[in-house]
């Protein structure tokens, strides 16, 4: 079977999160024999070119100089490359995982406290958000392990099916046990907005769903344990990670916009935040711009 993963991006902020999520895309380059790009961004405003200028001048030699005392320690036996550059963290991110056309972008998503909470947390959902290359998010104290266990967000949303396409493929690779998730979402209390209860029927229905989308995208063979909830979709995620106890959680990745963003905010945004093992985000290539 072709691997999965050709070439990793793993952008990082010499910070301990960052340095837990480098280990994972490590373990991930070492199985696969992927060329791990290392990358560290000095934020720098793009208004100020003089600045620019002089941040380049003077701090690009130290700065890939950490670099290479970091991929010394947490890089052996990686293919890896160095990457230092100045400006923008989340566009250049971007910038570079679709000029280096790579198959995976790993990062922390916050730190534990502190300013570097708010300014990490935000790169990483920006990424998130508008990236087209599969990110998958490390918070504080999250980690792969063995990756036996998957749980896949399905619905009928292209993004939705190339997400579990994508899970599947890290399934088989690895081994791994697929769950599926199915989400009737309920935005509001029936206090608040009437709206129809959820039946026997619409279950039965969600999972008969469920059962057509695994058939038709990953074989009429294929062996999954099948879930259906109903709520707020972030909510019965983290709901169900409990449950369940999965090594990865596998969903799309595509921002919601209009009434839908209010009614529900973005749900892949928030299990990220929330979740406590890491979250692969995909994206459909229809939604990549």
């Given at each position: 079977?072709?691997?999965?993963?050709?070439?990793?991006?793993?952008?990082?902020?010499?910070?301990?999160?960052?340095?837990?999520?480098?280990?994972?895309?490590?373990?991930?380059?070492?199985?696969?024999?992927?060329?791990?790009?290392?990358?560290?961004?000095?934020?720098?405003?793009?208004?100020?070119?003089?600045?620019?200028?002089?941040?380049?001048?003077?701090?690009?030699?130290p700065?890939?100089?950490?670099?290479?005392?970091?991929?010394r320690?947490?890089?052996?036996?990686?293919?890896?490359?160095?990457?230092?550059?100045?400006?923008?963290?989340?566009?250049?991110?971007e910038?570079?995982?679709?000029?280096?056309?790579?198959?995976?972008i790993v990062?922390?998503?916050?730190?534990?406290?502190g300013?570097?909470r708010?300014?990490?947390?935000?790169?990483?959902?920006?990424?998130?958000?508008?990236?087209?290359?599969?990110?998958?998010s490390?918070?504080?104290?999250?980690?792969i392990?063995?990756?036996k266990?998957?749980?896949?967000?399905?619905d009928?949303?292209?993004?939705?099916?190339?997400?579990?396409?994508?899970g599947?493929?890290?399934a088989?690779?690895?081994?791994?046990?697929?769950?599926?998730l199915?989400?009737?979402?309920?935005p509001?209390?029936p206090?608040?907005?009437?709206?129809?209860?959820?039946t026997?029927?619409?279950?039965?229905?969600?999972?008969?769903?469920?059962v057509?989308?695994?058939?038709?995208?990953l074989?009429?063979k294929?062996?999954?344990k099948?879930v259906?909830?109903?709520?707020?979709?972030?909510?019965?995620?983290?709901?169900?990670?409990?449950?369940?106890?999965?090594?990865?959680?596998?969903m799309?990745?595509?921002?919601?916009?209009?009434?839908?963003?209010?009614v529900?905010?973005?749900?892949a945004e928030?299990t990220v935040?929330?979740?406590?093992?890491?979250?692969?985000t995909?994206?459909?290539?229809?939604s990549?711009?």
């Open positions: 079977m072709t691997t999965i993963f050709r070439k990793i991006l793993c952008p990082v902020a010499f910070s301990d999160n960052s340095m837990a999520a480098l280990d994972q895309a490590a373990k991930l380059a070492r199985k696969s024999d992927a060329l791990l790009y290392l990358m560290h961004v000095q934020f720098v405003p793009m208004s100020n070119l003089d600045e620019l200028a002089r941040e380049v001048t003077l701090s690009t030699a700065g890939k100089l950490q670099l290479e005392r970091i991929a320690k947490h890089l052996a036996k990686v293919r890896h490359k160095l990457l230092v550059q100045f400006g923008r963290p989340a566009e250049l991110i910038k570079a995982a679709e000029d280096l056309d790579v198959d995976l990062m922390a998503t916050h730190e534990r406290s300013i570097d708010l300014f990490i947390g935000s790169i990483a959902e920006h990424v998130l958000r508008s990236s087209g290359r599969p990110v998958l490390f918070g504080p104290g999250t980690a392990g063995a990756l266990r998957i749980l896949c967000l399905v009928s949303d292209p993004d939705s099916l190339a997400a579990l396409k994508f599947w493929r890290l088989q690779e690895y081994g791994a046990a697929v769950s599926l199915r989400v009737i979402p309920v509001f209390e206090s608040e907005v009437p709206v129809e209860p959820v026997a029927e619409w279950e039965q229905n969600a999972r008969a769903q469920l057509k989308v695994a058939a038709e995208n074989g009429a294929a062996k999954c099948l259906v909830r109903s709520g707020d979709p972030a909510s019965a995620i983290l709901e169900v990670e409990k449950e369940l106890r999965p090594d990865l959680i596998v799309a990745s595509h921002e919601q916009s209009g009434l839908s963003h209010l529900f905010g973005n749900v928030r935040r929330e979740s406590r093992v890491p979250v692969l995909v994206r459909g290539p229809q990549a711009d």
